[in-house]
């Protein structure tokens, strides 16, 4: 009994009851994961419908950019196609089939082709390539007329020029979302070159002594009197300094001003073309007439400049227009005195692609 004692080994008295395991205390992670569970429940699905709507998202992105590309390339190939039947519809009309010698050459034909491509492009149904055929077209002599280097431009003024101020510098929404402005903005320099350089072939010479005296002779037949030799006399001597001096001031500058009118309707085309004959014997280049109508006219006759430090200018031609009025019997809001310039308006900061020295004359409706 002591050697059990002092061996240091356990007691092993008690029952059977001391050597059973303390029972466990009992569990709880089945309660403290149901609330994890029904948070995963809704966050899970949410997070598969953002991706769904994510991903479908992308997928409508996808067809359309690829739809867009779809689109570019078709509207690329039908302007090729179209600057392609272009520049066969212009050789066919140079040079006939079946023919030895070039055709004629007809304006008003070859013109009348060109304006269609321009309510083509104008519409935005055509692009870049249909625009830069055009520009070759209208800034070379053309092909049919031999010995010639006078840009097609020339023969085709009056419609290049609403073509260049009223379509490439003022265009169309549709023709602003199919070409861009860089691309506008090319094929419109040549054409003002090719405009200037019409501007010095066309423009006529500037009025003799002999036509000047002629002039105020029959503006004075148009008054109902005679005109002592004194008088007449005067009135030349005034008016070929007037001309002398604007057209010396006119071939100073770096281009010569050009002006464009507008008229309201037909019955002022014939006064205005007075006015432009009027105006080209100061050295003015009078491109061609345009008729605006009635709703665009203005109450009153208005003379527009484009920029700014070419106030001066304007307030000369003013001057010379009322000159040009008071010659023509015609318009006479221009011909009275305006000392305060009401008849100038100011459009600079709204020039677009117009390029210096550009001024519009505006008729009144109603005038003259």
Known sequence: MSGNIGSG??????????SQAAPA??????????????VLGVVLPFCTYLYSQQQERQDQLRHRYQQQLQDQQLAHEKDKEQAQRLLQAIQDRQFPAGTAEPARFNADATCGLLANQVTLIRRGLVGEQTLGVLTSLLTAPPA????????????CREFSLQFVEMTLARPSAELAAAVSRSAREKNQQPLNDALSRCDQI???????PGQLKQLIEEQAKKENK???AVE??????????????RTAEIKALPLKPRVYIQIAGESQRAAAACLGKRLREYGYALPGIENVGGRRAPPASQLRYFFADEASWATRLRADLADAALRCQAFPDLAAEDPQGQAIRDFSGKAGGARPYHFELWLAAGAP
């Open 25 to 38: 205390a009992p569990s709880t992670p089945a309660k403290s994961s149901a609330p994890l569970a029904a």
């Open 226 to 228: 005679e005109l002592p």
């Open 232 to 245: 007449l006399k005067q009135m030349l001597a005034a008016l070929e300094t007037a001309v002398a001096r």
């Open 9 to 18: 080994l356990p007691a092993t008295g008690g029952g059977p009851q001391e």
């Open 202 to 208: 066309k423009q006529e010479p500037a009025t003799k």
């Open 144 to 155: 049919n007329r031999r010995g010639s280097d006078t840009p097609l431009a020339c023969e």
